[in-house]
């Protein structure tokens, strides 16, 4: 069992922001490949998904962000996985908005929520998919963008989250290169 985690906030004054487009891909996924409804366990929402040969626990970590690993170290310990099994889907300011990258291990650049869990893991060996949110130009407006909704011209949110949610499946199947030239050509 792998378990992906889909960092943002809890709340509908939350659901919107640029910051929550880890719980908005994750929402995309369960829609898309049929999970059962989310449930409470983990201080956190939970469903599954069967992807390929791979089981996903899917999280949503409703401690807020900065208290994400919270939440992954219960699912992990319960379920036994390994931070190597683990991986945080997440906003990226370092990446244009749409762009997808995918890495293993590497630093936190900042993200509060990357930062717990790298906290509460006690490693950095895990799994992240950077969702670009694109940076506002100047480090005094990060936190309002951040923490603002998508605009309504921001119309390639919504291409963005069906091909992350459709070619899911070669993420799962350990291709990471093959999803990101995918999410890349579909969310065009």
């Known amino acids: 069992m792998r378990l992906w985690v889909g960092l943002g906030n809890p709340g509908p004054e939350h659901a919107r922001q640029r910051h929550n487009i880890g719980f908005m ?17 983990f201080k956190g929402e939970v469903s599954e998904l069967t992807l390929g040969r791979e089981r996903i626990l899917l999280l949503k970590p409703q401690t807020y962000m900065n ?12 379920h036994k996985i390994p ?15 749409g762009k997808v990258r995918v890495k ?15 906290r509460a893991l ?45 070619h899911a499946p070669l993420l799962a199947e350990g291709r990471a290169e093959d999803f990101m030239t995918r999410v890349a050509e579909a969310a065009r």
């Open 122 to 166: 006690g490693t950095a060996d895990f799994g992240r998919v950077r969702l670009g949110i694109g940076h506002p130009g100047h480090k005094d407006r990060v936190t309002g963008h951040v923490l603002g909704n998508f605009a309504k011209d921001e119309t390639w949110v919504g291409p963005l989250l069906d091909a992350v949610a459709d």
């Open 25 to 41: 891909a994750l929402d995309a996924m369960a829609r898309r490949h049929g999970a059962p409804p989310w449930r409470q366990k």
């Open 104 to 118: 293993q291990g590497g630093g936190t650049a900042g993200h509060n929520g990357l930062r717990d869990m790298q």
């Open 67 to 78: 208290a994400s690993g919270d939440a992954v170290q219960a699912a992990c310990a319960f």
């Open 83 to 97: 931070p190597s099994d683990v991986t945080a889907w997440h906003d990226e300011l370092d990446l244009a908005p």
